[in-house]
């Protein structure tokens, strides 16, 4: 019924900076909160980034100050800028959202994951 897909992601040098994208598509009602996660190998997937429809934002410990969340509501789009990429920052990085669809029930969506590597 709903699909996300993700895009933005790649190889970058330490220091550099990506801008990952996911656009939401299919029976959408309306969309609550919006986030990123990741998952590096080996490790729990954890979030990254949260984005409320107001545009309230929340951010891990780990990226606060180099990484920015943000949305267009419009277009059922949200957006993570990663400035200051560090080597610890690779992993697959999947996008979420919260979304009520036009039968008026609220699922949670995930993307297909997009791999950010970041090179030392």
């Known amino acids: 019924q709903v699909q996300l897909v993700e895009s933005g992601g790649g190889l970058v040098q330490a220091g550099g900076s990506l801008r990952l994208s996911c656009v939401a598509s299919?029976?959408?009602?309306?969309?609550?909160?919006m986030g990123w996660y990741r998952q590096a190998p080996g490790k729990q997937r954890e979030l990254v980034a949260v984005?409320?429809?107001?545009?309230?934002?929340n951010y891990a410990d780990s990226v606060k100050g180099r990484f920015t969340i943000s949305r267009d509501n419009a277009k059922n789009a949200v957006y993570l800028q990663m400035n200051s990429l560090k080597p610890e920052d690779t992993a697959v990085y999947y996008c979420?959202?919260?979304?009520?669809?036009?039968?008026?029930?609220?699922?949670?969506?995930w993307g297909q994951g997009t791999q950010v590597t970041v090179s030392s």
């Open positions: 979420n959202g919260n979304i009520f669809t036009t039968d008026k029930i609220m699922r949670v969506y």
């Open positions: 299919g029976r959408i009602f309306s969309i609550n909160a």
């Open positions: 984005i409320t429809s107001g545009g309230s934002t």
